[in-house]
Nanobody, 122 residues
Framework: QVQLVESGGGLVQAGGSLRLSCATS????????MGWFRQAPGKEREFVGARSGGNTYYADSVKDRFTISRDNAKNTVYLQMNSLKPEDTAVYYC?????????????????WGQGTQVTVSS
């Protein structure tokens, strides 16, 4: 099994930046596909981005603003969010599955963090 612990959420002004962290444990980090999702009140959970090895994929809504990186020594994945907009406000979740390629579908992920609130003020 895989355990995920998120941190880094908070309140930021539009145009600002925030970095979320997701620490993993329980198995070899290199064997995981790591994804980021978000969910606003009354909305479905939405794909943000995913990374496996050096391969990354982002939703069009965040492409060129958000970046996923991995620190293999710390078994941690990061979501760097720049040029934040009010519409980015949501609970953000990290997720993991066993695989080799980035995956978009929410129901493909087997392990989830608890979520962390990101609020972007106008």
């Amino acid at each position: 099994q895989v355990q995920l612990v998120e941190s880094g959420g908070g309140l930021v002004q539009a145009g600002g930046s925030l970095r979320l962290s997701c620490a993993t444990s329980g198995r070899t980090f290199s064997g995981l596909v790591m994804g980021w999702f978000r969910q606003a009140p009354g909305k479905e959970r939405e794909f943000v981005g995913a990374r496996s090895g050096g391969n990354t994929y982002y939703a069009d809504s965040v492409k060129d603003r958000f970046t996923i990186s991995r620190d293999n020594a710390k078994n941690t994945v990061y979501l760097q969010m720049n040029s934040l907009k009010p519409e980015d406000t949501a609970v953000y979740y990290c997720a993991a599955l066993l695989g080799l390629r980035p995956v978009v579908a929410v129901n493909s992920y087997d392990y989830w963090g608890q979520g962390t609130q990101v609020t972007v003020s106008s």
